[in-house]
């Protein structure tokens, strides 16, 4: 062991002539930890909440929607579609119809987005009709002729849970789904309605779709909105979805050069910019503000080392009369403090990921999923925010002690054993 490590690390053993000293010591090293601690969780967190919004977001809907900017619909859909699933890195193509629409059961009733598509399609682009929990989304399979006018006096629907809940309807129930876009007759415009059957009750764990998805055979949106034959988005998901930007523009392309201008597409990450650029300032904010507790700890390391240098002036001085140089001493006390700081971050990272990990395997913190969109607090604690913890841990603890190590080292060694 170095000379200064082993008179650094012997003065942090040594019994103190002042216990105050002891004490602050202690303190920093709690101090210390429950800074890294915080720090590691809070991360932790932050990184979790966008690991598990995204997955979600980016599971249960498509990467890439491709649709036209005047608003009327794409009606070469199909022959369109078999084109783009040419583009490079195309993995899967689905069309879908959107609209929005008035679902009632008896007294209740809510809004809702319903979505035209074909199952066999919809599966390979979005993993919703995956979670249905009750019931099955097999009966919105397209009938033989899906052009033909329905027989069925309720068509299948498949809800969300939330919907659900909202409209009090289970598996088997009638909805009366309402749609604005009604027809023209001598007494104005009287919105089209039509009675759906429940077939299926999906739960994502994703609020905003739970609570306001619904999905039916694109055959039977395209007769409640009277569109035949149209869709208004056509869907894909590619095999590298953080290069939606880049297949976006190809798409746009492909499909101007086979049915002409007025094509644009939009990927998940700009869906979700907005959401996605909230938890990054959050976990600045949170990162700033919780370093606050290791610069606390920091000034406990400086007040103990001050003190400590005090204490140990007559040591100082013999030991300086003795040969050792004023950068040896200065040393001594840089190690001692980088010593405190390390022995608080390790206690810290210990802490804080042994917490995050068990946070992440029990799922014991559960959330209001209508307000934060998942119905637990995830933790995701990463390698990286322990180098960058640290490294801010022990930067802080060694600026501290550059003004008592600086003092150690300034001691003059006649002054200071001139009464002793």
């Known amino acids: ?85 040419q583009v490079p890195h195309v993995v899967a193509v689905a069309p879908g119809l959107y609209g929005q629409v008035l679902i009632s059961r008896g007294a209740r009733s809510g809004g809702a987005l319903i979505k035209g598509i074909i199952p066999a399609d919809e599966l390979k682009v979005g993993n919703l009709l995956q979670a249905v ?19 069925e006096l309720a068509p299948p629907i498949v809800i969300g849970n939330e919907l659900a809940i909202s409209l009090g309807a289970g598996v088997g129930d009638t909805l009366l789904v309402t749609s604005p876009q009604g027809e023209l007759t001598p007494l104005g415009l009287v919105p089209r309605y039509q009675r759906f059957r429940v077939v299926g009750i ?32 056509v869907s894909f998901r590619i095999d590298d979805l953080y290069k939606a930007p880049e297949v976006g523009k190809a798409l746009e392309q492909a499909a101007v050069s086979f049915s002409g201008p007025g094509f644009q597409t939009t990927n998940w990450m700009q869906q979700n910019r907005e959401l996605f650029r909230a938890l990054k300032l959050e976990q600045v904010v949170t990162f700033i503000v919780l ?58 990272l210990v802490l804080g990921y042994t917490a995050s990990l068990v946070g992440s395997h029990y799922r014991f913190i559960h959330l209001d999923a209508s307000v934060y ?44 054993l001139r009464y002793e």
């Open 1 to 85: 062991m170095r000379f200064e490590l082993f008179i650094a690390a012997r003065y942090l053993r040594a019994r103190r002539r002042q216990a105050v000293v002891g004490l602050i010591t202690v303190i920093s090293v709690v101090g210390v930890a429950a800074g890294v601690a915080s720090l590691i969780i809070a991360l932790a967190i932050t990184n979790g909440m966008r690991r598990d919004l995204q997955e979600r977001l980016v599971g249960s809907t498509s990467h890439v929607d491709l649709m036209r900017t005047a608003g009327d619909g794409i009606r070469d859909w199909r022959p369109l579609m078999e084109r783009l699933a």
């Open 133 to 151: 929990n009750q019931g099955s989304a097999d009966e919105l399979a397209p009938t033989a002729n899906p052009t033909a006018p329905s027989s």
């Open 202 to 233: 999906f739960a994502s764990g994703f609020y905003q779709y739970d609570d306001s998805y619904a999905f039916m055979r694109l055959a039977d949106a395209q007769r409640l909105f009277s569109e035949p034959d149209l869709v208004s988005v």
């Open 291 to 348: 370093a606050l507790i290791v610069v606390v700890a920091a000034l406990n390391i400086l007040i103990a080392l001050t003190m400590m240098v005090m204490e140990k002036t007559r040591d100082i001085a013999v030991m300086m009369s003795f040969g050792v140089t004023a950068e040896q001493v200065r040393k001594i006390f840089l190690l001692q403090g980088l010593l405190i700081s390390s022995v608080g971050t390790v206690l810290g």
């Open 373 to 416: 969109s998942i119905d637990y607090l995830p933790f995701a604690p990463r390698f990286t925010d322990a180098l960058i913890v640290a490294a801010v841990s022990l930067g802080m603890s060694l600026l501290a002690t550059l003004y008592p190590s600086g003092s150690a080292a300034s001691v003059l060694p006649a002054e200071a």
